[in-house]
């Protein structure tokens, strides 16, 4: 299979990167740092990401907040202009097709970013529901992220206007006479901006910001260490067609209009299912695990009880760079999930013990101004 290239394909040569396939793409998993350096360093700087690898859609014309709501459950109609929010694609059987962003461009108009790995089927499942609206892939621009404590100060030297963005908003932009869109946004539990830039000022862009003192390239290995700190879901991990919102512990994510007892119930793919296991909740939740020791574990490996039987299994794991060890998130069964219960994994002829822990396992410190 012939991969594909981000904008940033040569930069991230020059640099060092070890590049590796991933959702299609050849992407950076690490420079020559090392993931745990590069993690710390988003902690604790700033850290650029590329993540143009993502998909990126405009929605726009009569009827679009309505056609988003009739695929999510969202209050669409409710955001304001340039105000952005989590959301799922259901499906008819309650599972989850992906996770995305949304965000109000307009009155009708709004900007979706949605998985790399799920892009195809996403626009797909969109335009399968269209009637009248335009959609309008975004394949010639690129997304950069600025995550981390320094971010926002990086972001006041490059567009003063964005550096006063809070949480989940975002405004068009010039910045060296290109046009952007910049929203305070991530993937990583720190406060940051993700930036949408046509993919022929991308290296610019990324070489002004890697100039500034504190700014270093982070590739997709520490990417995941982030998140995973910061609790949130990667889809094919946490989320998938079989795993249900509630299961997922996202229930935070279907707006209180749309749910059961809402002004506009249901009404997005698998409402009735999703609704009867928020009732009677699913046997199954999401849990954080801490491991004791530094051995790791790894996703896929059993989570057993102190009797050893098959209680669940880890989804996703890493090292915690900041967290101090090894940590993981795995669904088990909801009555072992309280924090603080001893559980064990199963790690090829031994067992692991581990410790239900609350997430995030590292505070979120996102800007709510």
């Known amino acids: 299979m012939t991969l594909l290239h981000t904008p940033l394909d040569a ?47 405009l929605i726009e014309g009569e009827g679009s907040a309505a056609l988003l709501e009739s695929l999510v459950p969202v209050d669409v109609q409710a955001l304001a202009i340039n105000q952005q929010t989590y959301a799922l694609f259901t499906t008819p059987s309650g599972g989850v097709l992906d996770d995305l962003i949304i965000t109000r461009w307009g009155e009708e108009q709004f900007f979706l970013v949605v998985n790399a790995g799920c892009k195809t089927q996403d626009i ?113 991990h946490e989320l998938s067609t079989e795993i249900d919102p509630v299961q997922a512990g996202l229930v935070w994510s279907i707006s209180k209009t749309r749910r059961e007892d809402g002004a506009r119930a249901g009404g997005f793919p698998g409402a009735e299912v999703i609704f009867q296991r928020i009732a009677q909740k699913p046997a199954l939740c999401r849990v954080g695990l801490t491991v004791d020791g530094k051995r790791p574990v790894r996703e896929g490996q059993p989570v057993m009880d102190n009797a050893g039987r098959q209680v669940g299994e880890i989804c996703s794991a890493c ?36 410790t239900v822990t609350t997430m995030p396992f590292t505070p979120r410190r996102y800007f709510r101004g």
């Open 11 to 57: 930069l991230h040569r020059e640099l060092g990167a070890k590049m590796v396939p991933f959702a299609g793409y050849d992407m950076p998993v690490q420079y020559t740092a090392g993931i745990i350096k590069e993690h710390l360093h988003t902690r604790e700087a700033a850290g650029l990401f590329d993540v143009s690898h993502m998909g990126q859609v």
């Open 124 to 236: 797909a499942h969109l335009r399968a529901h269209l009637s009248g609206q335009a959609l309008t892939v975004l394949a010639e621009h690129a997304l950069l992220a600025l995550q981390g404590p320094a971010a926002r100060a990086v972001m006041h030297t490059l567009c003063p206007q964005a550096a006063q963005l809070v949480f989940m908003h975002g405004c068009h932009a010039v910045i060296d006479g290109v046009a952007v869109y910049i929203t305070c946004s991530g993937y990583t539990g720190e406060d940051g901006f993700e930036i949408s830039v046509p993919a022929a000022a991308a290296e610019a862009l990324a070489r002004r910001l890697l100039a500034i003192e504190g700014v270093q390239a982070i590739g997709l290995g520490a990417r995941d260490s982030l998140r995973l700190e910061a609790g949130l879901c990667l889809y094919g």
């Open 319 to 354: 090292y915690g760079a900041s967290a101090g060890g090894p940590i993981a998130m795995a669904y088990i069964e909801r009555a072992l999930g309280q924090p603080g219960t001893k559980l064990q994994v199963g790690v090829r002829d031994k067992l692991l013990p581990v």
